[in-house]
């Protein structure tokens, strides 16, 4: 016997009933987009290694330690499984052009792929819902977008998740600040943990967004950078701070929040809660408008997010909020073999009325018992056993036969049911 093959660890497969879970939060996704007249586009799980060498920064976390990078061995080309999905839908945009009759508002759903340590809510291949919309300059479209994730949590019935918001200026700004940081820093180099010190003159920026608590004194009496923000950074943080005010949308501005990728500038903003422990964020983004121009295209200004749905659906599981699984309406009991033909023929008119029928299937044994059939029945969760024995259908009928209770809480007669009528029942069963 050949030795068992397993999935690559933090890679996993998903079955009934929480690939059912999946289904529905992504039908919730996809309704709630189209509300907001965002737009699905589709780009390819590979990307060659240097757009996000070049978009993400070469000296963050995800392009040094995480991205499963290999060469192509038939031509040598270097590519990588993409880690986040921005770069790649900007470099979408920019290759066929999609700008050139005005800004787009898109969302993507799907797998991301990086190398790290697999835990709670955090896998080496996991998934993420965005929305981007490019050529939009001006906050409004931030407000939108942080409406739009706000407006998801509600369609998802979640509590417990805030948002948190700060503006990272623009990269003139941020320079300032990033010679003001270091300076602070090197004051106090005997307090830096190994991380910090890594980082310190490569990405100073996130040693501000360090989990270790021996260092949080030190990073809140650092250099602030919105002290360093012009008149117009300013601005565009005011007005979305009062276009969040005007619909009701609560925040609280998070100087530390300076987001782990490069290509950001302006609003960023993150949602997160006390639920999952130590992997609050559940959805995060901001404002790219360089991002275009840095991987060779023209210039566009750029804002989105994006959230992962492995969080998402066990915040759902925690706050008792995932749904039902899905049952069939009609559970199909053949007796004899001899029937099969004319039960599938008998149940494709019924499922394109819309009704839900499993039909119950021969094993290696053959088919079941009918105390077995019936048993399955049950179990299934469907309303209807139809029973297409041989007396019944040698009468031109089907016998219906009620699984569960009605309002009373009791269960009704089985009835015999015209073959002829059973479309009707099933349009009247549906409405």
């Given at each position: ?6 999935a690559?660890?933090?890679m ?16 919730k996704v996809?309704?709630l ?13 590979v ?8 978009g ?8 040094e330690?995480e ?25 979408a ?7 050139y009759?005005g800004?787009k508002r898109?969302y993507y759903?799907?797998?991301m ?10 896998y080496r ?6 929305a981007?919309?490019l050529?939009?300059?001006g906050?409004?479209?931030?407000a939108?977008?942080i ?16 948002l ?32 910090a010190?890594?980082?310190l003159y490569?990405?100073?920026l996130?040693?501000?967004?360090t ?9 809140e ?13 300013l601005?565009?943080?005011d007005?979305?701070r ?5 619909q ?5 501005i998070?100087?530390r929040?300076?987001?782990g990728?490069?290509?950001y500038?302006?609003s ?5 809660t006390?639920?999952?422990?130590a ?12 991002l ?9 200004p ?45 149940l ?7 009704l ?10 053959g ?9 399955k ?6 309303r209807?056993?139809?029973?297409f024995g041989?007396?019944?259908l040698?009468?031109g009928?089907?016998a ?10 009791s ?17 009247r069963?549906?409405?």
């Amino acid at each position: 016997m050949a030795e068992p093959l397993r999935a690559v660890k933090g890679m996993n497969d998903i079955f009934a009933p929480a690939s059912g879970h999946w289904e529905w939060l992504e039908a919730k996704v996809r309704d709630l987009m189209a509300r907001y007249a965002y737009r699905n586009v589709r780009t390819p799980i590979v990307e060659p290694t240097a757009l996000f060498v070049r978009g993400l920064g070469e000296v963050t976390d995800i392009v040094e330690k995480e991205m499963y990078s290999f060469e192509d061995r038939l031509n040598g080309e270097q590519l990588t499984l993409r880690p986040e999905a921005t770069a790649g839908v900007v470099r979408a945009v920019q290759e066929h052009n999609q700008l050139y009759d005005g800004p787009k508002r898109l969302y993507y759903l799907g797998p991301m792929f990086r190398h790290e340590r697999p835990q709670r809510g955090r896998y080496r291949q996991f998934h993420q819902v965005g929305a981007e919309a490019l050529g939009f300059a001006g906050p409004d479209v931030d407000a939108e977008l942080i409406a739009l994730a706000a407006d998801l949590w509600a369609e998802l019935d979640l509590s417990d998740i805030r948002l948190e918001l700060n503006s990272l200026g623009q990269p003139h700004e941020r320079l300032a600040h990033r010679q003001a940081l270091i300076a602070y820093l090197e004051q106090h180099l005997d307090r830096l943990d190994e991380d910090a010190r890594r980082r310190l003159y490569s990405n100073p920026l996130r040693v501000l967004d360090t989990k270790n608590p021996d260092m949080q004194a030190l990073v809140e009496a650092a250099p602030k950078l919105i002290d360093h923000l012009g008149a117009a950074s300013l601005a565009h943080f005011d007005a979305l701070r009062a276009l969040l005010d005007a619909q009701g949308i609560g925040y609280r501005i998070n100087p530390r929040l300076v987001r782990g990728l490069d290509y950001y500038n302006l609003s960023v903003f993150e949602f997160v809660t006390d639920t999952l422990g130590a992997q609050g964020t559940v959805c995060a983004g901001g404002r790219y408008d360089g991002l275009l121009e840095q991987i060779g295209g023209k210039a566009a200004p750029a804002v989105g997010w994006a959230l992962g749905m492995e969080r998402i659906l066990e915040l759902l599981k925690v706050q008792g909020k995932l749904p039902p699984m899905p049952v069939p309406d009609c559970y199909a009991v053949v007796p004899q073999p001899e029937a099969m033909a004319q039960v599938l023929a008998l149940l494709r008119p019924l499922r394109a009325a819309g009704l839900a029928v499993q039909m119950h299937g021969a094993g290696p044994e053959g088919l079941s018992s009918m105390k077995a059939q019936f048993k399955k029945a049950d179990a299934s969760g469907a309303r209807y056993a139809l029973v297409f024995g041989a007396s019944e259908l040698a009468a031109g009928q089907v016998a219906v036969k009620p699984l569960r209770a009605d309002g009373l809480g009791s269960i009704r007669e089985q009835t015999l049911l015209p073959l002829a009528e059973v479309g009707q029942w099933a349009e009247r069963l549906r409405a």
